[in-house]
Protein backbone atom coordinates (compact mmCIF):
# COMPACT_ATOMS: atom_id res chain seq x y z
CA UNK A 1 0.00 0.00 0.00
CA UNK A 2 1.30 3.12 -0.91
CA UNK A 3 0.04 6.25 0.29
CA UNK A 4 1.23 9.78 -0.58
CA UNK A 5 0.14 12.96 2.64
CA UNK A 6 0.39 16.65 1.22
CA UNK A 7 -0.10 19.23 3.54
CA UNK A 8 1.89 22.83 3.60
CA UNK A 9 1.24 22.90 7.44
CA UNK A 10 3.65 20.71 9.35
CA UNK A 11 1.83 19.73 12.21
CA UNK A 12 -1.69 18.68 10.46
CA UNK A 13 1.09 16.41 7.97
CA UNK A 14 2.84 14.53 10.71
CA UNK A 15 -0.66 14.07 12.41
CA UNK A 16 -2.36 12.71 9.71
CA UNK A 17 0.72 10.40 8.52
CA UNK A 18 0.68 9.22 12.57
CA UNK A 19 -3.12 8.32 12.36
CA UNK A 20 -2.71 6.21 9.05
CA UNK A 21 0.07 4.50 10.78
CA UNK A 22 -1.76 3.40 13.07
CA UNK A 23 -4.48 2.51 11.28
CA UNK A 24 -2.67 0.20 9.73
CA UNK A 25 -0.41 -1.17 12.58
CA UNK A 26 2.29 -3.64 11.45
CA UNK A 27 0.88 -3.79 7.75
CA UNK A 28 3.16 -3.02 5.50
CA UNK A 29 2.75 0.50 4.01
CA UNK A 30 4.56 3.00 2.58
CA UNK A 31 3.69 7.00 3.32
CA UNK A 32 5.07 9.69 1.26
CA UNK A 33 4.78 13.37 2.87
CA UNK A 34 4.70 16.81 0.76
CA UNK A 35 5.09 20.44 2.15
CA UNK A 36 3.63 21.98 -1.33
CA UNK A 37 1.91 20.62 -4.25
CA UNK A 38 4.82 21.50 -7.09
CA UNK A 39 7.58 19.05 -5.08
CA UNK A 40 4.66 15.99 -5.50
CA UNK A 41 4.16 16.62 -9.25
CA UNK A 42 7.94 16.70 -9.85
CA UNK A 43 8.10 12.79 -8.96
CA UNK A 44 3.78 11.62 -9.57
CA UNK A 45 3.49 8.92 -11.67
CA UNK A 46 0.40 7.05 -12.55
CA UNK A 47 0.11 3.68 -10.36
CA UNK A 48 2.48 5.35 -8.09
CA UNK A 49 -0.01 5.53 -5.44
CA UNK A 50 -3.25 3.92 -4.07
CA UNK A 51 -4.45 7.12 -2.07
CA UNK A 52 -3.88 10.39 -1.81
CA UNK A 53 -4.42 12.48 1.13
CA UNK A 54 -4.21 16.48 -0.24
CA UNK A 55 -4.78 19.85 1.06
CA UNK A 56 -7.24 22.08 -0.75
CA UNK A 57 -5.48 25.77 0.45
CA UNK A 58 -1.90 25.68 -0.52
CA UNK A 59 0.26 28.25 -2.13
CA UNK A 60 1.06 27.98 -6.16
CA UNK A 61 -0.52 25.04 -6.63
CA UNK A 62 -4.15 24.09 -5.03
CA UNK A 63 -5.24 20.84 -3.90
CA UNK A 64 -8.26 20.64 -6.64
CA UNK A 65 -5.19 21.49 -9.22
CA UNK A 66 -3.31 18.60 -8.50
CA UNK A 67 -6.43 16.25 -7.80
CA UNK A 68 -7.17 16.93 -11.80
CA UNK A 69 -3.59 15.93 -12.79
CA UNK A 70 -3.95 12.42 -10.50
CA UNK A 71 -7.78 11.53 -11.88
CA UNK A 72 -6.32 12.82 -15.41
CA UNK A 73 -3.25 9.86 -14.88
CA UNK A 74 -4.72 7.66 -12.79
CA UNK A 75 -8.42 7.47 -11.93
CA UNK A 76 -8.14 4.21 -9.62
CA UNK A 77 -5.76 6.42 -7.26
CA UNK A 78 -8.21 7.40 -4.53
CA UNK A 79 -7.98 11.25 -3.34
CA UNK A 80 -8.74 12.11 0.07
CA UNK A 81 -8.91 16.36 0.48
CA UNK A 82 -8.27 17.99 3.69
CA UNK A 83 -9.70 21.14 4.61
CA UNK A 84 -10.81 24.04 6.70
CA UNK A 85 -14.56 23.91 5.18
CA UNK A 86 -16.50 21.86 2.43
CA UNK A 87 -17.10 24.75 0.23
CA UNK A 88 -15.39 22.97 -2.53
CA UNK A 89 -17.76 19.60 -2.36
CA UNK A 90 -18.48 20.49 -6.52
CA UNK A 91 -15.29 20.08 -7.73
CA UNK A 92 -14.78 16.87 -5.55
CA UNK A 93 -17.25 15.49 -7.91
CA UNK A 94 -14.54 16.23 -10.73
CA UNK A 95 -11.90 13.91 -9.55
CA UNK A 96 -14.53 11.25 -7.87
CA UNK A 97 -12.89 12.44 -4.37
CA UNK A 98 -12.93 9.47 -1.86
CA UNK A 99 -14.18 12.19 0.58
CA UNK A 100 -12.96 15.01 2.99
CA UNK A 101 -10.96 15.70 6.16
CA UNK A 102 -12.17 18.76 8.03
CA UNK A 103 -9.39 20.27 10.23
CA UNK A 104 -8.66 19.76 12.71
CA UNK A 105 -7.97 16.36 11.51
CA UNK A 106 -10.12 13.23 13.56
CA UNK A 107 -8.96 9.72 14.21
CA UNK A 108 -12.46 8.14 13.71
CA UNK A 109 -12.76 10.36 10.42
CA UNK A 110 -9.69 9.21 9.08
CA UNK A 111 -10.51 5.15 9.99
CA UNK A 112 -14.12 6.06 8.15
CA UNK A 113 -12.10 7.06 4.94
CA UNK A 114 -9.36 4.51 5.21
CA UNK A 115 -11.72 1.95 5.87
CA UNK A 116 -14.15 3.26 2.68
CA UNK A 117 -10.90 3.33 0.02
CA UNK A 118 -9.99 0.09 1.01
CA UNK A 119 -12.92 -1.12 -0.03
CA UNK A 120 -13.09 0.59 -2.97
CA UNK A 121 -9.11 -0.31 -3.91
CA UNK A 122 -10.19 -4.17 -3.39
CA UNK A 123 -12.87 -3.61 -5.91
CA UNK A 124 -11.07 -2.07 -8.48
CA UNK A 125 -8.30 -5.26 -8.26
CA UNK A 126 -10.71 -7.45 -9.07
CA UNK A 127 -10.10 -9.73 -11.97
CA UNK A 128 -12.04 -12.81 -13.84
CA UNK A 129 -10.39 -14.82 -16.44
CA UNK A 130 -12.89 -16.30 -19.47
CA UNK A 131 -11.45 -19.00 -21.55
CA UNK A 132 -11.80 -19.62 -25.00
CA UNK A 133 -10.60 -22.53 -26.80
CA UNK A 134 -7.82 -19.85 -28.20
CA UNK A 135 -7.40 -17.38 -25.52
CA UNK A 136 -7.94 -16.50 -22.04
CA UNK A 137 -9.27 -12.73 -21.39
CA UNK A 138 -8.00 -11.36 -17.98
CA UNK A 139 -10.83 -9.00 -17.87
CA UNK A 140 -11.58 -6.64 -14.32
CA UNK A 141 -14.61 -6.48 -13.05
CA UNK A 142 -15.49 -3.05 -12.74
CA UNK A 143 -14.59 -3.29 -16.76
CA UNK A 144 -17.95 -5.39 -17.38
CA UNK A 145 -21.13 -3.69 -17.96
CA UNK A 146 -22.78 -7.21 -18.20
CA UNK A 147 -22.37 -10.46 -19.66
CA UNK A 148 -25.48 -12.68 -21.18
CA UNK A 149 -26.03 -15.89 -23.40
CA UNK A 150 -27.30 -16.49 -26.89
CA UNK A 151 -27.34 -19.24 -29.03
CA UNK A 152 -24.85 -20.88 -26.12
CA UNK A 153 -22.69 -18.20 -26.38
CA UNK A 154 -21.12 -16.10 -23.09
CA UNK A 155 -20.60 -12.68 -24.27
CA UNK A 156 -19.04 -10.12 -22.29
CA UNK A 157 -20.27 -6.93 -22.87
CA UNK A 158 -17.48 -4.31 -22.18
CA UNK A 159 -17.58 -0.46 -22.32
CA UNK A 160 -16.07 -0.51 -25.71
CA UNK A 161 -15.97 -4.34 -26.48
CA UNK A 162 -17.61 -7.58 -26.70
CA UNK A 163 -16.00 -10.48 -26.20
CA UNK A 164 -17.43 -14.06 -27.29
CA UNK A 165 -16.68 -17.32 -25.84
CA UNK A 166 -18.01 -21.03 -25.46
CA UNK A 167 -18.41 -22.45 -22.27
CA UNK A 168 -21.11 -22.80 -19.48
CA UNK A 169 -22.38 -19.66 -18.42
CA UNK A 170 -23.04 -19.73 -15.10
CA UNK A 171 -19.75 -21.98 -13.98
CA UNK A 172 -18.37 -18.62 -15.46
CA UNK A 173 -20.27 -15.79 -13.80
CA UNK A 174 -21.23 -17.60 -10.75
CA UNK A 175 -17.81 -15.84 -9.07
CA UNK A 176 -18.75 -12.68 -10.51
CA UNK A 177 -22.50 -13.29 -8.41
CA UNK A 178 -20.42 -13.84 -5.22
CA UNK A 179 -19.52 -9.85 -5.86
CA UNK A 180 -22.46 -7.27 -4.34
CA UNK A 181 -22.28 -5.13 -7.39
CA UNK A 182 -23.55 -7.69 -10.11
CA UNK A 183 -26.81 -9.04 -10.09
CA UNK A 184 -28.99 -11.42 -12.40
CA UNK A 185 -31.69 -9.58 -13.38
CA UNK A 186 -33.27 -11.86 -16.10
CA UNK A 187 -32.20 -15.41 -16.78
CA UNK A 188 -28.50 -15.59 -18.46
CA UNK A 189 -28.59 -12.04 -17.77
CA UNK A 190 -26.04 -10.40 -14.49
CA UNK A 191 -24.97 -6.65 -15.07
CA UNK A 192 -22.90 -5.01 -12.95
CA UNK A 193 -24.87 -2.54 -11.12
CA UNK A 194 -21.93 0.47 -11.23
CA UNK A 195 -23.08 0.93 -14.87
CA UNK A 196 -26.33 0.78 -14.57
CA UNK A 197 -27.98 5.14 -15.30
CA UNK A 198 -31.23 4.20 -14.32
CA UNK A 199 -34.04 2.20 -14.82
CA UNK A 200 -36.70 2.41 -16.94
CA UNK A 201 -40.00 0.29 -17.54
CA UNK A 202 -39.14 -2.97 -17.67
CA UNK A 203 -35.26 -2.26 -18.33
CA UNK A 204 -32.26 -1.37 -17.43
CA UNK A 205 -30.11 1.40 -19.23
CA UNK A 206 -26.86 0.97 -19.00
CA UNK A 207 -24.02 3.94 -19.69
CA UNK A 208 -22.94 1.68 -23.04
CA UNK A 209 -26.46 2.95 -24.50
CA UNK A 210 -27.08 -0.47 -24.56
CA UNK A 211 -31.22 -1.45 -22.81
CA UNK A 212 -31.17 -5.07 -20.30
CA UNK A 213 -34.33 -6.65 -19.93
CA UNK A 214 -35.62 -7.15 -16.22
CA UNK A 215 -37.61 -9.85 -15.52
CA UNK A 216 -41.26 -10.01 -14.57
CA UNK A 217 -40.57 -12.34 -12.26
CA UNK A 218 -39.22 -10.72 -8.81
CA UNK A 219 -39.14 -7.45 -10.69
CA UNK A 220 -39.95 -5.45 -7.68
CA UNK A 221 -36.85 -7.30 -5.59
CA UNK A 222 -34.58 -6.89 -8.18
CA UNK A 223 -35.40 -2.99 -8.23
CA UNK A 224 -34.86 -2.63 -4.30
CA UNK A 225 -31.57 -4.56 -4.76
CA UNK A 226 -30.70 -1.96 -7.30
CA UNK A 227 -31.53 1.19 -5.09
CA UNK A 228 -29.84 -0.74 -1.73
CA UNK A 229 -26.77 -0.84 -3.68
CA UNK A 230 -27.00 2.57 -4.94
CA UNK A 231 -27.50 3.99 -1.63
CA UNK A 232 -24.97 2.19 -0.13
CA UNK A 233 -22.28 2.97 -2.48
CA UNK A 234 -23.31 7.03 -2.06
Known amino acids: MNIAVIDDCKDDLYKLKNYILEYFLDDYINIDIYINGEEFIETFKSKKYDIV???????????????????????????????MSNSFASESYDVEAAGYIVKPVDKVRIKNLLDKCLS??????????????????????????????????????LCNNLIEINDSFYKNVDVLLEDKRFIECCRCVVVNMDHIIKIKGDDFIMDNNETVPIRKRNRKEIHKKYMRYKIGEM
Not at 67 to 81: G, L, T
Not at 138 to 148: E, M, S, T
Request: positive net charge; aromatic residues 14%.
Open 53 to 83: FLDIYMTQLTGIEISKIIFKADKNCKIVFIT
Open 120 to 157: DLEKNNKYINFISAKNVYHIAYRDIVYVDNIMRKIRIH
